[in-house]
């Protein structure tokens, strides 16, 4: 049988009025029920000139001839290049090139009208009823070429297609054509998988049939470690490079790359899987099947054949979960104490990405006012950019100039953090064997009243301790996984920082300062309070408020906070540094003032009614600057230093719940506890921000994040009441 010629442009064409009225160069392309047949030499192809996309040439990848869409690239391929097939009528002994032809010679010769899906069974029903192997040899085709996806502009933003025959021996038999994804299939492809991602392409062989009716595709899939495979000997040593310098290469929006298996749940293994995600609407299913095979050739050339290439819609999140911070608990909560610095409560330490080991604390939350929703964090500049730098003003004003990425905890403060919740963790176990000791030694037969009472106390203390190990075990588990890494404590970016200034002048004080932008996702209703600083638990209750009632005449109101979050309002005025309303134990005026920093925590001091003057010596400078500062002092000589290095930046408050200012310095003798701690005060760092244009209607009450909070982690509270609901 003579296979026609689609450089032929002389085929003969069926002159039937049905025929003769077909559009060819039409947007809809050709439908497989409407082309025009040669009898059983199955439909005419037309003249490659005619049906020319407008986006794309696409290639058969066997013989190279051109095509108008994927779909027309597999029906080319059915037509001349796949397996011979007799018809399965009994006693027809005809011999057919693709499926359509024998639909065509069914129709004509046999009276039969039939779709695709009931051909192929009624093909391997004939198949099983054969009496032996077919004889049938297959037609001769061209060697294999390469088929290319170009645009319009001529650009291949995409590459060539690679045959997908290249890698196969040459006894091999020549594959199936590529499965173009269609959109009912991408739906629930994944289905089984937490987010559900869309399906964008696969090399797994095709075609897919789409999904119908309510049960369909209930078979759920589950990711897998890739286990003990070829590919896991050279992913790592230049396959996965070369794969991003790829996708890179062609203009890819990647957004991940991973080397698993994703199988039936179920089952107990599968291919591997070279897992590509891109961003939302990057890549159409035509693009993504080109990208998919395009991988090919590269993984191939490592020896690998055991695998697929898919592709799928992902974005990758900087954080685990849609919020980074802890919702904040009751006193009674267990990880209370040491839970305070992975809140986002006043007193967040913070750093950046690319110094972590330059660590101080967030101020306090600012809203830019207008129609700007997004919440800012003010703290002291040289926290977040090196004091040896160029003294510049930074800003960063559009997406394309790279991001100062600032994380919660440094990295000596994370430690730190680590190993305060293992020494609760230790002093709850020590508890626990304590609370057994005590239980064991009493007589449970003893009829005495105190022995009774010895063990129903050594049983709560118990079940006590057991609660909080949990809950402590839990939270140590949460940090160390979700918090470990740099890249997943990054909260927010820096978006503006003045030249540090030194001033004398009335009024004016050292400026200090630098705006944080936090990163949508990581505050919600829950987590998120505002201007709110954590007492904590130390200093106790009665220790605090004996040092905000310092005289008995002080007007304050102050009372301490049943969930010791003390939600600050408004802002202390100018006059009040000079001329406060309160006396302190001498009778002298005062301002009681307290804050919560990275290093030192929840510390009280006395601002002193006169300025301090200081002068900063920089590096290659004989004269140094002389600025005028806010001073606060110890409350007296057993209370400590008021902050430790590591507290610039945290938002200083006074006992009239009022915000006074941020920490940014403090003199000492070289140790790391300041006698005298310097705060820029918040009436001279408002009139800063509101003498810019971007804060020019800033304020101190932002509102809370709209929309319901996002997907929490297993955090320590959450084991809790999980624990608390189980017993009850």
């Known amino acids: 049988m003579d296979t026609p010629s689609l450089n032929d442009n002389t085929l003969p064409m069926d002159t039937s009025e049905d025929n003769t009225a077909l559009d060819w160069n039409s947007e809809e392309g050709y439908d497989e029920d409407d082309v025009p047949t040669l009898g059983d030499h199955g439909p005419i192809i037309p003249p490659v000139q005619q049906i020319l996309p407008k986006r794309y040439n696409l290639k058969c990848w066997v013989c190279g001839t051109e095509c108008r869409r994927p779909q027309d690239v597999n ?67 061209p060697s294999h070429q390469t088929a290319t996806a170009t645009t319009s502009s001529g650009v291949q933003p995409f590459g060539n297609l690679q045959s997908a025959t290249e890698c196969l021996a040459p006894s091999d038999p020549i594959p199936t054509p590529p499965f173009v994804v269609t959109e009912a299939v991408s739906k629930v492809y994944y289905k089984g998988l937490p987010s559900k991602p869309p399906l964008i392409a696969t090399t797994r062989p095709g075609p897919f049939e789409d999904p119908t009716g309510p049960e369909a595709y209930t078979v759920l899939k589950e990711l897998r470690v890739l ?49 590509v995600g891109v961003e939302l609407g990057s890549l159409s299913f035509e693009e993504g099947c080109v990208v998919a095979f395009n991988c090919r050739p590269i993984i191939d050339s490592y020896g690998i ?79 977040v950019l090196p004091i040896d730098e160029p003294n510049k003003n930074y800003e960063r004003r559009n997406k394309s100039s790279p991001r100062e990425d600032v994380i919660v905890l440094g990295t000596e403060c994370f430690k730190d953090w680590v190993k305060a919740i293992e020494r609760d963790i230790k ?3 020590f508890a626990i064997d304590r609370a057994k000791n005590r239980f064991a030694s009493v007589d449970a037969d003893d009829p005495d009243l105190k022995s009774h009472r010895e063990r129903r106390d050594a049983t709560h203390d118990f079940q006590k301790a057991t609660e909080a190990l949990e809950a402590l075990s839990g939270l140590r588990h949460n940090i160390v996984t979700h918090w470990g890494a740099e890249e997943k404590r990054v909260f927010g970016e820096l978006v503006w920082a003045p030249p540090i200034d030194f001033s004398t002048e009335p009024g004016e004080f050292t400026l200090d300062l630098a705006v944080i932008k936090i990163d949508t996702g990581k505050l919600d209703k829950n987590n998120y309070r505002g201007n709110t600083i954590n007492i904590g638990n130390k200093p106790s209750p009665e220790e605090f408020m004996e040092k905000v009632y310092l005289h008995g005449t002080s007007p304050t109101s102050f009372k301490f906070p049943p969930d010791n979050l003390v939600k600050l309002q408004d802002t202390v005025p100018e006059r009040d540094l000079t001329n406060p309303l309160m006396l302190d134990l001498n009778s002298d005026p005062c301002l009681v003032v307290f804050k919560n920093g990275a290093k030192s925590g929840t510390t009280i001091g006395k601002a002193n009614t006169v300025s301090s003057y200081t002068r900063t010596y920089f590096s290659g400078q004989e004269r140094g600057w002389q600025s005028r500062e806010w001073p606060v002092i110890p409350t007296d000589n057993e209370s400590g230093a008021f902050s430790k290095k590591g507290d ?79 017993k009850r």
């Open 75 to 141: 029906r080319h391929f059915d037509d001349f290049h796949s397996e011979p097939k007799q018809c399965p009528q009994p006693e027809c002994d005809k011999i057919f090139v693709g499926e359509r032809r024998i639909r065509n010679h069914l129709g004509s010769a046999h009276d039969i009208t039939t779709n695709l899906s009931s051909l192929r069974i009624m093909l391997q029903q004939a198949r099983k009823d054969a009496p032996g192997p077919s004889q049938i040899q297959p037609t001769s085709s």
């Open 227 to 275: 286990g003990n495979h070829p590919l896991a000997e050279v992913w790592d040593v230049g396959l996965a490079d070369n794969l991003c310098r790829e996708l890179d290469t062609k203009c890819v929006n990647w957004t991940s790359l991973d080397a698993l298996r994703i199988v039936n749940a179920g089952e107990s293994s599968g291919p591997a899987i070279v897992w």
């Open 305 to 383: 054949r055991d695998y697929h290439v898919e592709i799928r819609e992902s974005r990758v999140m900087r954080l685990s979960g849609d919020s980074l911070f802890f919702d904040p608990v009751l006193v009674s909560d267990p990880t209370f104490s040491v839970r305070d610095p992975f809140t986002a409560t006043l007193g967040i330490p913070i750093s950046t990405k690319n110094r972590p080991w330059s660590e101080g604390t967030g101020g306090f939350y600012l809203s830019a006012g207008g129609s700007d929703e997004d919440i800012y964090l003010v703290t002291a500049r040289h926290v």
């Open 427 to 429: 002093g709850q176990k």
């Open 648 to 726: 610039s930046g945290s938002c200083v408050a006074d006992a009239f719940s009022r915000i006074g200012g941020i920490v940014i310095g403090g003199a000492s003798s070289g140790t790391e506890s300041s006698d005298v701690t310097y705060v820029t005060p918040i009436s001279f760092i408002m009139k800063v921000l509101r003498g810019t244009k971007r804060f020019k209607d800033a304020h101190l009450n932002p509102e809370p994040p709209k929309g319901t909070p996002g997907k929490r982690s297993n955090d320590s509270d959450t084991n809790l009441r999980e624990t608390q609901r189980r």
